[in-house]
Every structure is written in structure tokens, then in C-alpha cells.
């Protein structure tokens, strides 16, 4: 089915197109990844569990070629610990000048378990070169972060490394997207939390969305915020990893995916301030007396990227969108959304 108007909308709402038989034209065949039942995660309630599931995952992996996806944070550092001496890539911008404290770390990482670490420099001629195959892969317009793991997929599969190792989904299994969890939202304010762009602010024919938030609404005007967040969150954040991997042709793992906090989320525990206070713990084991980072978003400077863009002028956008309210990431959701309408839609070939 061809819906250009709903995928407009559900992309800048929910960054992903939400139903998957639906696509912006003829030809496309969008698809979002299958994520893990909740009933099917291995329940575990204290570092030491979790250190002998994540265990058993490379357990499973002897003999394999590994490589992992290194950032600053503890969830990627944690999993180095189990891999000594393989290879480790470790985005980096502007030369090195931004995020420089989340770089120390990785090569603080890399260094304790003798990593061999692979830079993978972005800028935006790289982001600009790598679209196209995104847009291939998603069939769809992407997250900002998309181009930047596929060069590190590429130079991982180009190393020889048989499984690249990803720290994804141990935010939204342990804890670590506080400000989701950070009270009891309403219905109507979580909604306008989540939305990552207000599809009527943007767009002359927006789709509501409201419909994906309906089926998570209790007591009259109440959200369950933590089931949206383990179901359509998880999708829509592991499609950006599963369609590029599968695109490039490297073979994944999250070892966190399977894994789940026995009795739920301790919240009061997690708005005080202790995120992932499991896996804090664990980053303990693993590193003693080195501090526990804070948590940072996967690295990309789209404020620098698009510090001076004007906004899209295709006739899908309106005219008066208040370009100087919105952050780098909303920005790029509206370039990216005028880049792929450019490619793909008929009238423009």
C-alpha cells in the first residue's frame, strides 16, 4: 500500500515507518525488525547474573572473529571486557574535537583489554556518500545515526570480523532512558514527549499519530510508558541497526537483547539518579576504580551540520516551520525526509 502522507508522518513522529505494509511509493518495500517477546527475556536481578548471561553469549561465540562497535559508555565497555584483544571501532568527528572525554574512554577501554582500535572518522561527506545505501537498506528515510554504523560495518567486515558486538538495547532493558521513566506520564503528556517531531508543525497534510500510543492507555488518560518503550521504542531503535547490517551483509549480536530486570525497573531507584544501577555495578567489576560514565546518545554533531539550514522547500513541508526551535536531530529528521522524497518519488526522475 502507497501512503506518502503517513510515512511523512510516522517518520518525523516516531523516526520510523510504523506499519509495515505501508510505503511512501510504488516499488518500496519498508521493514522493521522483529524484536524479542517480553515473555521470552532471561529475567536477572544483579550484576553477577548478568555477567554469567553475557558469558554464555560469548561463550557461544568462541572460535568467531569479533569485533565490537566501542563508545565512551559503560554498556559497550562492559561487553569489551568479554572480548580481549579483538577489534574495537570507535566513531569519531570533527577530527576528534567533539565528544573528546566520550573518546578518552573508548581508548581507555581499548587499552585495558588490549582492543585493537579501529577510528571510524565521520564527517559530513561521509554521512552524504553512505545515504543512498541507507536508503536502500530502510527503504525508508533513516536515523541520524544510520550512515556512520554502516561505515563501521563495512570496516569491520573488511578486517575479517565474523560478529560485530553491539551495546544496543541495554538502555531501554536496564534502566538507562531516564527520562522516559521519569514519572507517571499522562496519556496526552507522554505522547507529546515521545513525538520527535509534531507532524502538524512540519507538514501541509499530517497523519496523526496518536493511534500507535492508544493501545498502551490505562485508567482513562494514563500511559504504561515502560511497555511502550520495551515494544515500539525497541523496534523502531533496533530497525536502524538490523536493515544496514543486513544491507552490508555483517552479522550482528546484541548480547543485552535477551536479557530483561527480574520484578521490572526499580523507578523511584532510577529517578534519583542511579540509571541502570545493575550494570553500573557491573561496569565495577569489570573496571575497578575507574569512574562510571555518564550516559551520552551514540555521538553525531548534526547542531554542527545544520547550524545554518534554511529548512526543506518541497511542497509536502510547510512554509513557516520555526526552524530556529528545532534541535540538530529534528533538523536532520527534515532533511533526511526532503533527501529521500528527492530520490525516489517519480516526479523527481
Sequence with gaps: MVDKDYCCSSYLALRTIEKDNVNFFEGLDHKNATITPLADRIQVGSAEEIDAELQKVFDSLQGKKLGIMLSGGMDSAILA??????????????????????????????????????????????????????????????????????KAAMMSKEDGCEKLVLGECADNRFGGLDRAVSKDWTFDEFVEFYTFLDPKAALVNPVDMTYVFEPYRRDGNMIDYNLFMQTVFARESETSYVNIFTKADVQWVYPYENLAVRGGLDLERIR????????RDLFRLKYPGYPVPDKNPMPRPVDVYF???????????????????????????????????????????
Design 81 to 150: 571486557a568479554y572480548m580481549p584483544g579483538s577489534d574495537a571501532y570507535t566513531f569519531r568527528f570533527l577530527g576528534g574535537e567533539f565528544q573528546r572525554p566520550e573518546l578518552e574512554r573508548a581508548e581507555y577501554y581499548a587499552k585495558v583489554y588490549d582492543m585493537k582500535l579501529h577510528y571510524v572518522d565521520i564527517s559530513w561527506e561521509v554521512v552524504e556518500k553512505y545515504l543512498p545505501i541507507c536508503f536502500e537498506a530502510n527503504q525508508a528515510p533513516v536515523h541520524s545515526i544510520v550512515p556512520q554504523i554502516y
Design 272 to 279: 534519583r539518579g542511579d540509571t541502570k544501577y545493575l550494570l
Design 307 to 349: 547550524k545554518d539550514w534554511a529548512g526543506p522547500t518541497r511542497p509536502e513541508f510547510r512554509k513557516d516551520i520555526p526552524m530556529d526551535k528545532l534541535s540538530g536531530n529534528q533538523k536532520w529528521q527534515l532533511w533526511c525526509l526532503e533527501t529521500f522524497l528527492n530520490a525516489y518519488d517519480p516526479a523527481c526522475r
